[in-house]
T-cell receptor, first 117, second 113 residues
């Protein structure tokens, strides 16, 4: 079965420092990949997505992510973190299941980002 | 502006009571989803619907029920059979196609009295 792993439960960075959040997936084919951000008590907002083509994708709020097939990874990066980036970040894999026709979205367990002044 | 509206934001349930969470979307999306979020965990799929008058169980459907009588509405009922209902519930929707991202509402936090 497909799975998504976010190995870092909690990350703390200083404001202005660079950021990389890790995401690894397990799936036989190239999946559809997403990064979402969630502020406390809120829903999820889409940061960026990858389906095909250029493996480096740009998203909102200055985020980018790189798809590496050989490593089954889709890590999220930002060159300079702002205090407002403190939130929880979720990686997700989208699949079309042939037996059910279901468009499944499997989420990682999330990484909580704390930004120090 | 188009979006997904969940209500209420906070909800309390008494023992043996059924409660219904509302989810309305004006994005004209075909598919709608309900997720449950517990602390330190990702989102787990409860039910989903790809078209009006049709819905399917997700990974943790026991103790929950849904209906999809209108395209824009997908209410979730948490029944008394759900013994651990305290969680944050998120509704989402998207267009057809596996590459369509899901759009989320702001969630409902359900607690037990």
């Amino acid at each position: 079965a497909q799975s998504v792993t976010q190995p870092d439960i909690h990350i703390t960075v200083s404001e202005g420092a660079s950021l990389e959040l890790r995401c690894n997936y397990s799936y036989g084919a190239t999946p559809y990949l997403f990064w979402y951000v969630q502020s406390p008590g809120q829903g999820l907002q889409l940061l960026l997505k990858y389906f095909s083509g250029d493996t480096l994708v740009q998203g909102i709020k200055g985020f980018e992510a790189e798809f590496k097939r050989s490593q089954s990874s889709f890590n999220l990066r930002k060159p300079s973190v702002h205090w407002s980036d403190a939130a929880e970040y979720f990686c997700a894999v989208g699949l079309l299941l042939p037996d059910t026709g279901r468009r499944a979205l499997t989420f990682g367990s999330g990484t909580r980002l704390q930004v120090q002044p | 502006d188009g979006g997904i509206t969940q209500s209420p934001k906070y909800l309390f349930r008494k023992e043996g009571q059924n409660v219904t969470l509302s989810c309305e979307q004006n994005l004209n999306h075909d598919a709608m989803y309900w997720y449950r979020q517990d602390p330190g965990q990702g989102l787990r799929l409860i039910y989903y619907s790809q078209i009006v008058n049709d819905f399917q169980k997700g990974d943790i459907a026991e103790g929950y029920s849904v209906s999809r009588e209108k395209k824009e509405s997908f209410p979730l009922t948490v029944t008394s059979a759900q013994k651990n209902p305290t969680a944050f519930y998120l509704c989402a929707s998207n267009d057809r196609g596996p590459n369509q991202p899901q759009h989320f509402g702001d969630g409902t936090r359900l607690s037990i009295l």
